[in-house]
């Protein structure tokens, strides 16, 4: 049972639309992520957040934006959508462990498809 | 050269073979080594991790590590039809950085 939620599943917009893909987790990790992932392809890291009021950028360049006003709650903004923004958007978050019972294991929502027209 | 590769497959095994999946990567300063599956239209959903040298045992599957080859490996055992899918190793590196390969598709045939 999912614990981490994404709306919509699926968007399909057009050119110059804003638009924002919501997250939200109920497990309480601290940290949060935003993967953009295309078919047969690596999953991309183009957000990341420590906690609240923390965003900083992956290693993916991308033209959207993240807020993290609340633990629970992660929404990525593209203010305006451009065709080279159709992906898959997967959210995901994880808890502060040791490696040894798990650090950085990723809890992943079920993902947004994005096609912009 | 990719930070994290992985033979994208197919690689087809028959029900209740053994399948063996590797990867290798770049960082020797990785710290964390994970086995994601991913189903056909669905996200990603941990499997193993492993984080020390060895061999780590969960069912049908286990994790190999060999840090000094920058190795890992996933054996599922008694493969069946419903392990056909796309196995992602990632990497952590230290902090937020977790790497993904491309992943290797399985397919078990009944």
């Known amino acids: 049972e999912a614990d981490i939620y994404q709306t919509p599943r699926y968007l399909v917009i057009g050119t110059g639309k804003k638009i924002t893909l919501e997250c939200s987790q109920t497990?309480?990790?601290?940290?949060m992520y935003w993967y953009q992932q295309d078919p047969g392809m690596e999953l991309h890291l183009i957000h990341y957040?420590?906690?609240?009021?923390?965003?900083e950028k992956g290693d993916l360049s991308s033209e959207s934006t993240v807020s993290r006003i609340r633990t629970e709650h992660f929404p990525l903004t593209l203010e305006s959508a451009r065709p080279s923004h159709t992906s898959q958007y997967l959210c995901?978050?994880?808890?502060?462990?040791?490696?040894?019972?798990?650090?950085?294991?990723?809890?992943f929502g079920a993902g947004s498809r994005l096609t912009v027209l | 050269q990719k930070e994290v590769e992985q033979n994208s497959g197919p690689l087809s095994v028959p029900e209740g073979a053994i399948a063996s999946l590797n990867c290798t990567y770049s960082?020797?300063?990785?710290?964390?080594f994970f086995w994601y599956r991913q189903y056909s239209g669905k996200s990603p959903e941990l499997i193993m991790f492993?984080?020390?040298?060895g061999d780590k045992e969960d069912g049908r599957f286990t994790a190999q590590l060999n840090k000094a080859s920058q190795y890992v490996s996933l054996l599922i055992r008694d493969s069946q039809p419903s392990d056909s899918a796309t196995y992602l190793c990632?990497?952590?590196?230290?902090?937020?950085?977790?790497?993904f390969g491309a992943g290797t598709r399985l397919f078990v045939k009944a």
């Open positions: 960082d020797r300063g990785s710290q964390s």
């Open positions: 990632a990497v952590n590196t230290g902090g937020f950085k977790t790497i």
């Open positions: 492993i984080y020390s040298n």
């Open positions: 995901a978050s994880s808890a502060t462990r040791d490696p040894g019972v798990g650090a950085n294991v990723l809890t």
């Open positions: 957040s420590y906690g609240v009021n923390s965003t």
């Open positions: 497990m309480g990790h601290d940290k």
